[in-house]
């Protein structure tokens, strides 16, 4: 069973277009995430949401929008997507705790090439 | 700003060969001190998570350590399946979301 689940895997896309990934979590976390992860292999965050409302939005251009319709799912559209964009795109999950932030549990990326 | 430093950024090592990774952090009101293993084209993998200074955690040959203002992740007799990028990160102050630093790809040769 998989845990948290992002699709598609591989995404080529030209500069201009629109796309969307999607993720969905059947841990029933709160607190799902979207990090990217860039060539050089670093992970920033980019987005948190708890039970479907927006916590954080780190500093990523308004071209980049979460949608969480349930708290199971997070979804990611990105519209007129630009060479930088390339990179991987990472959801995660975590539940709730009074410690604050807990263990995330990751998918495994969405590989956007940007041509 | 909250930063995660982790040293060194490649390790190659002979299978047997004990040693040690650093994670060094400078985020204020700490809340959590996380470990995590990432396999080429995979997502990351949890391993530990450290909540207060001198709590260790131990994983087969694995073992986490953290102090006030580091954490180590000691690999003891690492075999070539311990090959892996190995992730630290640090809960915000918030305690919304995770700040990662840059890994230590560790290489072991048998």
């Known amino acids: 069973d998989t845990a948290v689940s992002q699709t598609p895997k591989y995404l080529v896309t030209q500069m201009g277009n629109d796309k969307s990934i999607k993720c969905e979590q059947n841990?029933?976390?709160?607190?799902m995430y979207w990090y990217k992860q860039d060539s050089k292999k670093f992970l920033k965050i980019m987005f948190s949401y708890n039970n479907k409302e927006l916590i954080i939005n780190e500093t990523v251009p308004n071209r980049f929008s979460p949608k969480s319709p349930d708290k199971a799912h997070l979804n990611l559209h990105i519209n007129s997507l630009e060479l930088g964009d390339s990179a991987v795109y990472f959801c995660?999950?975590?539940?709730?705790?009074?410690?604050?932030?807990?263990?995330?549990?990751f998918g495994q990326g969405t590989r956007l090439t940007v041509v | 700003e909250d930063q995660v430093t982790q040293s060194p950024e490649a390790l190659r090592l002979q299978e047997g060969e004990s040693s040690s990774l650093n994670c060094s952090y400078t985020?204020?009101?700490?809340?959590?001190l996380f470990w995590y293993r990432q396999d080429p084209g995979k997502g990351p993998e949890f391993l530990f998570t450290?909540?207060?200074a001198g709590e260790e955690k131990e994983k087969e040959r694995l073992k986490a350590t953290l102090t006030k203002k580091e954490s180590f992740l000691h690999i003891t007799a690492p075999k070539p399946e311990d090959s892996a990028t190995y992730l630290c990160?640090?809960?915000?102050?918030?305690?919304?979301?995770?700040?990662f630093g840059k890994g230590t790809t560790l290489s072991v040769s048998s």
């Open positions: 990160a640090g809960g915000n102050q918030a305690g919304t979301a995770l700040i």
């Open positions: 985020v204020s009101g700490l809340r959590g």
């Open positions: 995660a999950s975590s539940p709730t705790s009074d410690l604050g932030v807990t263990e995330a549990f």
């Open positions: 450290l909540y207060s």
């Open positions: 841990l029933g976390h709160d607190t």
